[in-house]
């Protein structure tokens, strides 16, 4: 499985960013996806999923300003992430929802976001 996320970048406060996900190696179309973040010093968290039916949630944290989204034919998940706070810095990965099928054995690159003025 390779899982290559993008986007990621330098934002003020308030700002937005749009991250990708290119997952291949799995069927990707029936697999419930998800994004997750790793702040320094702290342990990874899923923030967002996305099922195969398009189902989504969020934790609290970032409900109302982030929205997951996928494009089967593409083979890609994304994260629209709006009104940005500096809690949001972190790097942030793609991966199949771990609720669902349990902790994930293999995971690709993130990409970093930070939020500082």
């Known amino acids: 499985v390779q899982l290559q996320a993008s986007g990621g970048g330098l934002v003020q406060p308030g700002g937005s960013l749009r991250l990708s996900c290119k997952v291949s190696?799995?069927?990707?179309?029936?697999?419930?996806m998800g994004w997750y973040r790793q702040a320094p010093g702290k342990q990874r968290e899923l923030v967002a999923t996305?099922?195969?039916?398009?189902?989504?949630k969020y934790v609290d944290s970032v409900k109302g300003r982030f929205t997951i989204s996928r494009d089967n034919v593409k083979r890609t998940v994304y994260l629209q992430m709006n009104n940005l706070k500096p809690e949001d810095t972190a790097v942030y990965y793609c991966?199949?929802?771990?609720?669902?099928?349990?902790?994930?054995?293999?995971w690709g690159q993130g990409t970093l976001v930070t939020v500082s003025s």
């Open positions: 991966n199949r929802d771990s609720d669902r099928y349990g902790p994930a054995q293999h």
């Open positions: 190696g799995l069927l990707f179309s029936i697999n419930a």
């Open positions: 996305i099922s195969s039916g398009h189902d989504t």
